[in-house]
């Protein structure tokens, strides 16, 4: 059944990019803007809604963390800045034998689509850093669906729609390393949810999710895609 994907959705960190846990270092820098104590109970409880959301939009995550919007937006630009500085100083690198599969992938005359739950400024730091501008013909992050992240369907519909690679859901596969991306790929119907146990999130995790297929990494998903 899955020799008939046309398109694939692929998350960046956790499942493409291997960021070596960036995200709670830049969450440091947020939660001192909003002058959230290191080492307290608030700090605590945040810094465990972030591990437990990995995947979702990063200022979804900040809008439920500090309530109004202007302090989400605060400590979104505070995330996003840091986490830039620390992308910039080379501590990220791809997940070993990610490049190659998503060319192995397109070579098969698939489409191949590259989403994440970071603002656009944040994205492209990642793809200068790694080379990848090049790499797949599409990029999206949440504000390119109209401001949805996972786990809403919006970013792989908008794939499809910005592509037209597939003429049906089921032709599309997702891939990520979170139960948000599972989501987001079953509701958005598509045929292959394969969660990846290189990021957040494990295999039972995935599989409650909804993932059809859960591998060691993305390396392996052109074998199942045949």
């Known amino acids: 059944m899955t020799t008939d994907i046309r398109l694939v959705v692929l998350d960046m960190a956790g499942t493409t990019v291997a960021d070596g846990g960036l995200v709670e270092r830049a969450f440091e820098a947020a939660a001192r803007e909003l002058g959230v104590e290191p080492g307290s109970p608030d700090h605590a409880d945040k810094l465990a809604y972030v591990r437990a959301t990995m995947g979702e ?19 979104n630009a505070a995330f996003e800045k840091a986490y830039g500085e620390l992308v910039d100083g080379g ?6 034998g990610a490049r190659e599969a998503v060319e192995e992938i397109r070579g098969t005359g698939r489409t191949v689509v590259l989403t994440t739950g970071f603002a656009r400024v944040t994205q492209d730091a990642i793809l ?17 669906a109209g401001g949805r992240g996972r786990p809403y369907p919006d970013m792989v519909l908008t794939a499809l729609l910005r592509t037209g690679a597939a003429d ?13 991306d599972m989501l987001s790929g079953v509701r958005a119907g598509a045929g292959v949810v ?8 494990d295999a039972d995790a995935l599989r409650a999710a909804g993932a059809t297929h859960v591998l060691d990494s993305v390396a392996q998903l052109p074998e199942v895609l045949g």
Request: hydrophobic share 45%; proline share 6%; net charge negative.
């Open 57 to 75: 939009s990063k200022i979804s995550v900040f809008r439920h963390l500090f309530g109004d919007e202007t302090a989400a937006r605060r400590a």
């Open 91 to 96: 501590l990220i690198a791809p997940v070993p």
């Open 128 to 144: 200068d850093a790694l080379g990848w501008r090049d790499l797949v013909p599409l990029t999206l992050c949440p504000a390119d």
């Open 194 to 201: 394969a969660g990846v146990l290189t990021g957040a999130h």
């Open 168 to 180: 049906d859901v089921r032709q599309i596969a997702v891939a990520g390393d979170t139960s948000y």
